[in-house]
């Protein structure tokens, strides 16, 4: 099917990034979030991001802004990306909406870290078109697209998701609906490892991020992904681990859960691991 109106449902971080990417391709994009101020907080990031590129050579950001509505409530379209808080009950209620107003040849698509997509269709009355399409941060940079299917989704359907990402620009892999899918499967326990070093003294928080950064050749180290996604995140994501799986190896390192308790999120608070201010 044609995909050329987009619903991005939540405008953070993630949200914000998407809207971004898919009114790049040139469709037409609507953009809603429930928080006051946050479609407004979620433009201005978008304009800045579009602003640094078209610097480099990378398009006029007006002509991509013009491309995307607001919206105060959910509204029909051909694809909605689903891109709020990890919170199960939340997300759930907001496929059962979207599967009420959206056309029955629409498609379903959630942007979540770890929360099984075939639970998600189940609140829906069209399984077969609820997938995941999950982006990886920050959007407008980074290739992957993990796209995973629920138990009933369809081949249809999983077809129009990889070509629509890569449409975006994006590379496409495909991961079955089990706990963390591949990304965080491996990604979670890495940093929360990392947590449990800092907290039994091993390293320093710079000490840890630079031995991963140069000894594993990776871009960022762990803490700083951690801040980077957000502690609270990273804990929902391992307790979905821990309780899917069965395993006290996927449990959230205590420190971790303890700077989350004291309001330590990470980039998006001003403190985490590292200070932000």
Known sequence: MEIEHVLVVGAGQMGAGIAQVVAASGRRVTLHDAAPGAVERGL????????????????????????????????????MIEAV??????????????????PPEALLASNTSSIPI????????????????????????????????GLETSDATAAAISALAVDLGKTPAEARDLPGFVSNRILMPFINEAVYALLEGVA??????TIAKLGF??????????????????????????????????????????????GHLGRKTGRGFYSYA
Request: proline residues 8%; negative net charge.
């Open 44 to 79: 201005g990031a978008i304009e800045k991001s579009l602003v640094r590129l078209a610097e480099k050579g990378g398009g006029d950001p007006a002509a991509v802004l013009a491309r995307i509505d607001r919206a105060d409530d959910l509204a029909p379209a051909d694809l």
């Open 204 to 209: 320093e928080p710079e000490a840890i991020d």
């Open 217 to 262: 050749a990776h871009p960022m180290g762990p803490l700083a992904l951690a801040d980077l996604i957000g502690l609270d995140t990273c804990v929902a994501i391992m307790d979905v681990l821990h309780e899917g799986l069965g395993n006290p190896k996927y449990a959230p390192c205590p420190l971790l859960r303890q700077y989350v308790q004291a």
């Open 85 to 102: 808080v990890e919170n199960a009950d939340v997300k759930r209620d907001i496929f059962r909406r979207a599967d009420e107003i959206f």
């Open 118 to 149: 075939t639970l998600l269709a189940a609140a829906t009355s069209r399984p077969d078109r609820v997938i995941g399409m999950h982006f990886f941060n920050p959007v407008p940079m980074l290739q992957l697209v993990e796209v995973i299917r």
